[in-house]
């Protein structure tokens, strides 16, 4: 690194942000009244609870799998991942594909999922694609059972049955 011009290490080496502690092969279940809501995996986590605003960093690959009411469930896979301790909001970013139980898949590079509010929202462009449709936007946010879904500025095709 000595010999390295590389800004990214340069702010890496001064900056004071020192995780608490590191894990790998992370599988956390999350309970609401005894209910699995949802599952999260990643290989690698780091933990930064020490922080003035608390986060965890999953930097190399996060799933999420999340239940609806009904037990169905969906699953979100990100390559890059926050979840804020104080907010209950997880960011994640870089190939974010989500897979419903109803068998359509959004793509899009960032989403907020609001654990407490079990909401999902993003404000870039998305694709999404069903039996049915098969959309561009630019916002999309839902509800994790996928039944209260609003899409942004959007093109694509919708096929109606007469």
């Keep these: 690194m000595s010999c390295n011009n590389d800004l990214e290490n340069v702010i890496d080496l001064t900056s004071s942000k020192s995780s608490a502690s590191e894990a790998i092969n992370i599988n956390t279940v999350y309970t609401d009244s005894g209910l699995v809501s949802s599952i999260l995996k990643s290989p690698k986590m780091f933990n930064f ?9 999953f930097p190399s690959k996060v799933e999420i799998t999340v239940f609806d009411k009904n037990n ?8 890059y991942a926050i979840s804020y301790s104080n907010t209950d909001l997880i960011d994640l970013r870089k190939n974010v594909i989500i897979e419903t139980h109803l068998g359509d898949t959004l793509i899009t590079d960032q989403m907020y999922y609001n654990r407490l509010e079990e909401w999902l929202f993003t404000n870039y462009p998305f694709r999404f694609i069903s ?31 007469e």
Excluded: Q
């Excluded at 609870?49 to 960093?57: G, I, K, Q, R």
């Excluded at 169905?72 to 390559?79: E, F, L, P, R």
């Design 49 to 57: 609870t020490n922080m003035d605003f608390p986060y965890f960093e």
């Design 72 to 79: 169905n469930k969906s699953i979100i896979t990100a390559d």
């Design 131 to 161: 039996k049915d449709r098969d959309i561009y936007g630019s916002g999309f946010d839902s509800d994790k059972s996928f039944e209260k879904i609003t899409f942004l500025d959007v093109s694509g095709y919708v096929t109606m049955e």
